[in-house]
C-alpha cells in the first residue's frame, strides 16, 4: 500500500475541508486507502472532482462536498449533504485556509487581517461546531486541525497567520480538554514548509534545494507526510492522544 495500513478506520466517515488539493487532498486520498468514506470539501468544484475521481478509480469511497467553509449555513448543508450519503462524522479533519504569504505588519490592513482569521481559525470552528454534537452523543470521534510552524514561532508569514494558526493550537487545547470525557480526541498539526503546486511553480529547482538545506532532515516535506501523521491521530493507534500538537517541521521545531 502507498500508505500506512490502520484497520480500524476502514468503514468510517471523514470530512475533510480544504481538500482541493496538496495536504487536504493527500489527506483524503490516504484515509479512503484505509477504507474511510471521504468526503472532499473545497470550492474549486473542479479540483474537487479531480480528488473524487481519482480515488473512485483506485477503488475508494469519496464525495464531493463543495463550499465555502467560512459560512456556517454552508458548513451545515455539507455536514447533512455527509450525513445523508455516508452517515455521521467520524473524523474531522478542518485543514481550509493557508492564506500565510509575508506581509509587514505596518502594511497588513483589517480586512485581510479579518480575512485570514475567518480562513484559517473560524473554518476550523464552524466545522467542528456542526460535526461535535454527533460525535459526543455518539461518545466517539477523532478531530485534526491544522496548525502550521508559524503559529509555534515566529516566521516570515503575516502576523495574521500568525496568530490565526496559534489560535488553531489553543483551540484544539481547549477542545480536547473539554470532550475528552465524550471519548471524542482533538489533536492538531503544525507542519513547515511542504511541497506544493505554489512552490513548484515559482521556485527554482536551486531555491527548493536552498530551502531544504534549512531543515535538520534535509528535505523539504511532502503531502504524504502530514496525511500520514493523520492516519495515525485519527486511528486507534492514538487512543490515548489528544490536546496534542505534532511538530511536522524536518526538525526546524524541536519543543
Not at 493527500?26 to 479531480?50: H, P, Y
Not at 451545515?76 to 450519503?85: F, L
Not at 467520524?90 to 482569521?117: I, K, M, N, S, Y
Amino acid at each position: 500500500m502507498r500508505f500506512t495500513h490502520h484497520p480500524d478506520l476502514a468503514g468510517k466517515v471523514a470530512l475533510v475541508t480544504g481538500a482541493s488539493r496538496g495536504i487536504g487532498a493527500e489527506t483524503c486520498r490516504a484515509l479512503a486507502a484505509n477504507g474511510v468514506k471521504v468526503a472532499v470539501n473545497g470550492r474549486d468544484e473542479a479540483a474537487l472532482a479531480a480528488v473524487v475521481d481519482g480515488i473512485i478509480a483506485e477503488g475508494g469511497q469519496a464525495m464531493a462536498a463543495p463550499g465555502d467553509a467560512t459560512v456556517a449555513d454552508v458548513v451545515a448543508r455539507i455536514r447533512r449533504d455527509v450525513e445523508a450519503a455516508f452517515g455521521p462524522v467520524d473524523v474531522l479533519a478542518p485543514f481550509a485556509g493557508g492564506q500565510g504569504q509575508p506581509v509587514p505588519t505596518q502594511e497588513l490592513d483589517a480586512d485581510r487581517w479579518r480575512a485570514t482569521l475567518e480562513s484559517d481559525l473560524t473554518s476550523v470552528f464552524l466545522a467542528v461546531r456542526e460535526v461535535l454534537p454527533g460525535m459526543i452523543e455518539r461518545r466517539s470521534g477523532s478531530i485534526v486541525t491544522m496548525a502550521s510552524a508559524a503559529g509555534r514561532q515566529p516566521s516570515r508569514a503575516s502576523a495574521a497567520y500568525a496568530a490565526a494558526k496559534a489560535g488553531v493550537v489553543m483551540f484544539t487545547r481547549h477542545l480536547a480538554s473539554e470532550v475528552g470525557h465524550h471519548g471524542v480526541r482533538v489533536n492538531c498539526l503544525a507542519p513547515s514548509a511542504v511541497l506544493n503546486d505554489r512552490m513548484q511553480r515559482f521556485m527554482t529547482p536551486e531555491q527548493l534545494a536552498d530551502l531544504a538545506g534549512r531543515f535538520p532532515l534535509g528535505r523539504i516535506g511532502r503531502p504524504e507526510d502530514v496525511a500520514e501523521a493523520v492516519l495515525f491521530l485519527a486511528s486507534g493507534s492514538a487512543s490515548w492522544i489528544t490536546g496534542a500538537t505534532l511538530d511536522l517541521t524536518g526538525g526546524r521545531v524541536i519543543a
